[in-house]
């Protein structure tokens, strides 16, 4: 999948994942898509909970050597 | 987002790191997840506003002897549990780092360019015999009355 950003999180706890992903969101267009990836094993949930509850998309999740990568649609 | 954006209410009153770590991890979850968010703080909570450096005020005794006693500043918070007279905050410290995380100073200054609203509590204040120039740039002095109209459109409110 094609990403127009890619966010770095990895190595990063809990709440930066998601306050990240927050301000890398806020600089895309609305139907761009972000890629994150962590390493934090809390994040999986809590990307899945703060991309349902605001309002964007994940369009896919994938989990590799302990790195999770997020494709986030923003909404 | 058209809607009208959600409310996070936070009551500190503890003055421990951990609970305080606890309150402004919230508040920074909150903040990514669109809420408005304030954080109004109380009795000890009031510690992880002070200013770590000293600021000469004016003071009776009682006040000198409470502010000597408690601590200045977030960093300077002792543990709820496991202190040990101030080993348990310097282990937490290490830890934190290993696995890092944020430390409260770091969490703090984080809620604050995330545009968290930070609210100290006048009554306790003067209770504690604080001064406000003793109190970080950029916080609000209010009362009961401004927490409730927060609170009462909260989505979260929370007391820690």
């Known amino acids: ?75 | 987002m058209s809607e009208q954006r959600k409310k996070t209410t936070i009551v500190l009153f503890s003055g421990d790191y951990d609970k305080a770590m606890a309150a402004y991890i919230i508040a920074n979850g909150a903040a990514a997840y669109d809420h408005d968010v304030t954080i109004f703080h109380t009795f000890w909570g009031l510690n992880a506003l002070r200013k770590d450096e000293a600021v000469p005020t004016k003071k009776g005794f009682l006040e000198k002897m409470f502010a000597f006693m408690m601590p200045r500043g977030a960093d300077k918070m002792g543990l709820s549990k496991m202190n040990f007279a101030g080993m348990g905050p310097k282990m937490i410290k290490q830890v934190i780092k290993k696995h890092n995380a944020m430390p409260l100073p770091d969490l703090i200054e984080m809620a604050k360019e995330q545009g968290v609203k930070l609210v100290a509590c006048q009554m306790t204040i003067d209770l504690l015999g604080l001064k406000q120039e003793e109190i970080m740039d950029g916080v609000d002095f209010a009362g009961v009355a401004a927490y409730l109209a927060e609170a009462e459109e909260g989505n979260v409110n929370l007391f820690i």
């Open chain 1, 1 to 75: 999948m094609k990403a127009d950003k890619t966010l770095d999180a990895k190595g990063l706890s809990c709440p930066m994942p998601i306050v990240k992903t927050k301000k890398a969101i806020n600089e895309l267009e609305s139907g761009q898509i972000l890629e994150v990836v962590t390493t934090d094993k809390g994040s999986k949930s809590d990307i899945s909970a703060w991309v349902k509850s605001t309002g964007h998309d994940l369009l896919d999740v994938k989990e590799e050597n302990g790195e999770f990568t997020f494709f986030i649609q923003k909404g």
